[in-house]
């Protein structure tokens, strides 16, 4: 099962604060702290995150039902993954994380100074966000060179693929341990700047909008102009 850890992750300031749920423009307007923090956070922080990615490809036998059943035998099931992946041939499943110390530290320096434990905080959500666009374009670059092209990435609680649901499927097709990542019953991933997410791929995939389009905080989301322009 291969795992990618050569990344190389260009983080901004304004990541930083829209990993915090910050609007940068309006935070750099009235809060000249928290931009400062955000500042010290990726000094601070940068030499600690540990981006590796784990995942597995998987050929498909066929979808019925809302079911797509894999020629291991494994099933992915909903509306959702029904929707995209009629198509594919193929699905890769993929598990991104920047390891725990990240995280161990902003606890560290929370319980002395919140602003900047947020600030880390918010590095490391900036940064798997980041490494899953970088795996993203590393799958598509590669079904390129295969001719094919990928459907959108879609993650566990998106609409038509629920959390309980979704998470279980993945965690069940990779060896979270082999990247220290672990689930628990209530499908919290550990450490928690972890993401998974899978790609169908295929020589006729659909373009079938964004994973915007299928997020269940769409309704209320300040930033979908920004990840439509990433």
């Known amino acids: ?37 955000a500042e010290w956070a990726l000094s601070e922080g940068l030499n600690l995150i540990q981006p590796r990615v784990l995942y597995e490809s998987y050929e498909i036998e066929e979808l019925r ?27 890769v499943i993929v598990l991104s994380t920047i390891g725990s110390a990240l995280e161990n ?53 998106m609409l038509g693929w629920t959390v309980e649901v979704g998470q279980r499927e993945i965690f069940d097709l990779l060896d979270s341990d082999k990247i220290d990542v672990s689930l628990t019953e209530s499908m919290l991933m550990i450490p928690r700047k972890s993401l998974t997410h899978i790609l169908g791929m295929g020589a006729d995939m659909l373009e079938l909008g964004t994973s915007c389009d299928y997020c269940s905080l769409r309704e209320t989301c300040r930033y979908q102009d920004h990840y439509a322009e990433a």
């Not at 600030?119 to 079904?143: R, W, Y």
């Open 65 to 91: 039902h809302e079911k797509l059943r894999l020629k291991n035998g494994s099933e992915l099931t909903g509306s959702l993954i029904a929707q995209h992946l009629g198509p594919a041939s193929s699905v």
């Open 1 to 37: 099962m291969p795992i990618l850890a050569d990344w190389d992750l260009s983080i901004s300031v304004d990541q930083v604060l829209r990993g915090q749920g910050a609007d940068p423009q309006m935070i750099r307007g009235r809060s000249p702290k928290i931009v400062e923090a």
């Open 105 to 157: 530290r902003s606890n560290e320096v929370s319980s002395e100074d919140l602003i900047l434990g947020l600030a880390l905080d918010g590095l490391g959500s900036a940064a798997v966000e980041i490494l899953a666009n970088a795996n993203c374009n590393f799958f598509e670059n590669q079904a390129s060179s295969l001719n094919q092209s990928t459907s959108i990435p879609l993650s566990p609680g």
